[in-house]
Nanobody, 119 residues
């Protein structure tokens, strides 16, 4: 069973940057589609970015395109989310998740890391 642990959240001013990391254990990420989601207070969880299996094209929510960059290191079993030009509306708990194709559901989730962007 894959276990995911996020890190790197914190408090940053608008326009600043943060880099989130997700470390995996119990399985090789090369076999999983990896994704980032976020959930703001009082709102539903929303998709942020997705990295398909090796060689697949990265996908981003429209709200973060051009500002966030997701990457994966299968050798290190980690994924990262570089967040630049942060806005107050990016404030949320960010979650790392994985699913193993052909399953469509994300079966494994991290505990989340808080990102707070002040105006």
């Amino acid at each position: 069973q894959v276990q995911l642990v996020e890190s790197g959240g914190g408090l940053v001013q608008a326009g600043g940057s943060l880099r989130l990391s997700c470390a995996a254990s119990g399985g090789s990420l090369s076999s999983y589609t990896m994704a980032w989601f976020r959930q703001a207070p009082g709102k539903e969880r929303e998709f942020v970015a997705r990295s398909p299996l090796s060689g697949g094209r990265l996908q981003y929510a429209d709200s973060v395109k051009g500002r966030f960059t997701m990457s994966r290191d299968n050798a290190e079993n980690t994924v990262t989310l570089q967040m630049n030009s942060l806005k107050p509306e990016d404030t949320a708990v960010y979650y790392c998740a994985s699913r193993r194709p052909p399953n469509s559901d994300y079966a494994y989730w991290g505990q989340g890391t808080q990102v707070t962007v002040s105006s």
